[in-house]
């Protein structure tokens, strides 16, 4: 049996990147610092037949980190694939970000993801066997909305990260790549007493060439692809936005 890693794996994209692995037959281990969350996503799991460990874990902690990971390749196995899917977002106008605040944004979506990355690719090498590791970016690493600095700096860093990665890693045999998603709805996502049933206008629609919102399926989807399918991809970001991001807009 195949082994899935996720970080952020008990709400939103994360929720959806473990249960599909569950779906195509892995067991799978989540890291979140949600506890509520991650008592339901293992309940969730374990309905789908997956053998299953769930961590409370802040993955900016890098003793955290690294413990979840030894536990993972304890209880577990050593995994196949990590999706490095954890991340926040601190929005506040430039002049007035605290260097708290940005750091801390930085330590769990940008260095958080390197140890993870790091102990797991350790425990891949020493397997022989290689493995996938799947970052996950945003559309904001290279574009951009007022008062996001934080947010898209780490995402910037997690893309550059990963074509570094691709190369060092690529002697055991490890496949690095990257997703980054636009506009994913994930109100509906959530932990159950806190999902919302979502609602987009016919502009949200409308913004997106191929006509709707983004949903979590399709970055598990992908993820899926490049655990599986992609043997001969390395150190890529892929672009998962409906098109938004290359649809010229004019003010009127």
Known sequence: MKIAAVTGGAQGI????????AEAGYAVSVADADEEAGT???RMLEERGARVLVRSCDIADP???TAWVTQTVERLGCPDV???????MVRKPFLELPLADFDRVLAVNLRGAFVCAQAVARQMARSGKGGAIIN????????????????????????????GMAISLAPHRI????????????????????????????????QHPV????????????????????GFMTGQTIVIDGGMSVKMIYAE
């Open 82 to 88: 990590l999706v490095n899917n954890a991340g926040i």
């Open 63 to 65: 003793e955290a980190a």
């Open 136 to 163: 996950i970016s945003s559309t904001r690493a290279f574009m951009s909305e007022p008062d996001t600095e934080a947010y898209t700096a780490s995402k910037g860093g997690i893309s550059a990260l990963t074509h």
């Open 40 to 42: 339901e996503i293992r």
């Open 211 to 230: 006509g709707r919102v983004g949903r979590p399926e399709d970055i598990a989807d992908a993820c899926i692809f490049l655990a599986e399918s992609a």
């Open 14 to 21: 994360g929720r959806a990147v473990a249960l599909r692995f």
């Open 175 to 206: 496949r690095v790549n990257c997703i980054a998603p636009g506009w994913i709805e994930t109100r509906d996502w959530q932990y159950s007493p806190r999902a919302q049933k979502p609602v987009h206008s016919e502009a949200d629609r409308e």
